[in-house]
């Protein structure tokens, strides 16, 4: 052989070799890479996210419910006195007051001795007067944290996405989560509904780390988790006896498993006791009195009732978690005036949600989260997959228990599920992808295309995202569809006075939510909802909300106590519905011009 041949035949392993290690290396750096620029993409749509939703709180009004939960959380933070608003938990209240304790924000003295009602609500309405001068300024940061937790979330969809499915999977999901229009519209809102759709996310994912291995450390987490669900909405108590009933059949099957009993017995206390700890944290460890005049079901004709339970349990939990819980239920038991497809109840229908999802979500998201469950349910059939359960599970139980519910007023109380179809639809688009074979650029134009689609409603949707309807909902005005927060929350009450009062309007008549607004704002408003034989304030501006020409809001009875029939109360504002608005705000708030 000669010398040069000889030469290469030695060095020919060797070079493939290399050629080996370069290949692993530059695999290695393209997936470092890969990881990277899936997190920084991440961080830029959460970035304009925040920035968009900051945006809005800028020209929105608060909603209805924020008139009393921001001030509600100023007095838990402030006093420790949990009794304003109790029918909701703190956490969404009490983050929204932080910046109003660093920004000086005053607030009427809170008696301790026992109140109605009322005499909160007059303290709540008291607060935004003391402090009237610069309304504004404090409602736009006491929103301010909702928006931090809402990035939050879409943070942890990204983790988790990416941790079971890989960075396009967790980019494909957190795309979806920031241009969604409800997320966006509740995303910016002081309410339990975002909340609480962090909390179920956090607990599923850690409830399906300590299943895979069960261990002290994560039973703790688990508890944590349950106490936070539980202090975000009061629904979330439903965590309780699914985590009790897997419990006892892991500590039946342990040795199976090789675990022993002792230990899950072990794991199932550190659970109650973390969960616990959670709550009353949440509260300032407070366990009042329980007040007669205030809290549900502590009178004289229901204290018998009561009294073995809810005076038991207040010296494990605070006395307004116990409480608000117990207006929750009864709550549930009275039902809520609602409106769906032209039709009205007080008990709701089982398939409003279902109903309200389609409506109010876009349609390349609503095909998208479709098409991920069933496909989730598919590769469910050939093979059982813990990183599926974990995410069809909650959806699943979380829907059927939502159908089970009599308050029908926004698809918001829905938001929980949300996450959930993002990381599917998110999951299966990466699936396709990588399956697609020789059709992978037809499948890449589709991804985008759909993705382009979803971007255009969210710019449709700018700002009122609180009312939007895809065009399943284009054939009515969409307070036919629904009514409630899907169409009215009160937050366009700024731009209706602020068109009033360009036009020289220092007076309307109105029927709207959170009228108490009007006055910030310096409009003086007189009522169009009168008892035959009053007629109404002659007024050049009549301001009508969705909601009431909806008819769901509309009272029974006048402040004179006579009674309106069924038919009366859901047309009251029917010539309303017949007229033609001057302008309509957000699409929540229609104007009209009487004269």
Sequence with gaps: MRPFERAFATRKPYSMKLD????????????????????????????????????????????????VMIPAGYYHLTAGDFRPVNEHPPFAKTLAATPLLMIGAQAPTIAAAPHDDDYFADKLDDFWHQNAARFDYL???????AILVTVLLG????????????????????????????????????????????????????????????????????GWTVGLAAVTKFSMIALVPVVGLVLVILFIFAPR?????????????????????????????????????????????????????????????????????????DHTREGHQAGLLGMWSKHGWWYYFPVAFALKTPLPILLMSLAGLVWALVRLRREPEGRLLVLVLPLVLFTCLLMLSTINIGVRYYLPAYPFF?????????????????????????VAALFCWVAIEAVRAYPDHMTYMNQLASRAPHWWYLSDSNVEWGDDVRDLA?????????????????????????????????????????????????????????????????PLSETERVNYFD???????????????YLYRMK
């Design 422 to 446: 993002f990381i599917l639809s998110g999951a299966m688009l990466d699936d396709l992808l990588r399956r697609a074979g020789h059709r992978a650029i037809f499948m890449s134009l589709l």
């Design 498 to 562: 602020l068109y009033l009062r360009s036009r020289g309007e220092r007076r309307i008549g109105e029927a709207i939510l959170n009228r108490p607004l009007l006055d910030m704002y310096g409009i003086e408003s007189t009522p169009v909802f009168a008892p035959p034989g009053d007629k109404p304030e002659e007024v050049r501006y009549v301001a009508i909300g969705a909601s009431f020409l909806n008819g769901s809001v509309v009272h029974d009875h006048f402040d004179d106590d006579t």
């Design 155 to 222: 943070a942890l969809v990204f983790v988790y996405a990416r941790r079971y499915w890989g960075a396009r999977a967790a980019l494909f999901a957190v795309a979806l989560f920031s241009l969604e229009p409800t997320v966006l519209a509740h995303g910016r809102v002081v309410q339990t509904d975002i909340p609480s759709a962090l909390g179920l996310l956090l607990f599923s994912f850690t409830f399906y780390e300590y299943l895979k291995a069960p261990n002290i450390n994560r039973a703790l987490w688990v």
């Design 20 to 67: 080996g290690e370069k290949k692993e290396a530059w695999k290695t750096a393209l997936d470092f890479l890969s990881r990277r620029a899936a997190v920084l993409l991440c961080a830029l749509l959460l970035t304009l996210m925040a920035v968009e939703m900051l945006a809005v709180i800028r020209q929105k009004s608060i909603t209805v419910d924020e008139w």
């Design 139 to 145: 409602s736009f940061w006491a929103r301010v944290p």
């Design 575 to 589: 010539q309303y519905r017949r007229r033609t608005p001057e302008k309509i705000f957000g699409n929540s708030i």
């Design 257 to 329: 498993r090789g675990l022993k009993r002792a230990h899950v017995a072990g794991h199932a206390l550190a659970f109650a006791l973390t969960a616990v700890l959670a709550v009353n944290a949440a509260y300032l460890f407070q366990h009042r009195q329980p007040d007669p005049l205030y809290d549900v079901g502590v009178d004289e004709v229901s204290s018998t009732r009561l009294e073995t339970g809810f005076y038991a349990l207040r010296f494990i939990l605070p006395t307004d978690f116990i409480s608000g819980i117990e207006w929750q239920l």
